[in-house]
């Protein structure tokens, strides 16, 4: 049976690669990176994501708007290797991605909808892993059989 990843491999995979795309992109990465694995989303949090001269553009409306825009076209030119980021990570297809930015934390949470429930599906083969009773070979008493 092939080593199946856990929850926690999949979602630290899922930020390192957000990380070097951002870093691609942008010529900087995000501060922190987190992915979050909740049923059939991917849920990535980005911290300070905002360079130097998007913060001084903050302290008013027509800027906080052209942050979001920039961020937006940003997330729609990058969406082909997002979507390649997610499936390759999960094995699931991606059904949708909703993504804002905040002016005001310098935060970028985007969600990604999949196919499938992901989380059920990891909990499934983690039990089913779990249940698998080892069979002691009758030359040892300490020694699981192959």
Known sequence: MPHLRTKGQIEAEISDAMVRL?????GRGPNQARAYIVEDMIIVRLQEVLTPAERQLTGNPHGQS????FHQQMHEIARR?????????TGCKVTSIHNDVS?????QVAIYVLDHNLEALLFRRSTEGAATPRKVSPQSNDSPSD
């Open 103 to 107: 002016t005001k934390t310098g935060e």
């Open 81 to 89: 290797s997002l979507e390649q980021i997610i499936e390759s990570a």
């Open 66 to 69: 052209l942050i979001k825009q």
């Open 22 to 26: 951002q870093r691609e992109q942008t």
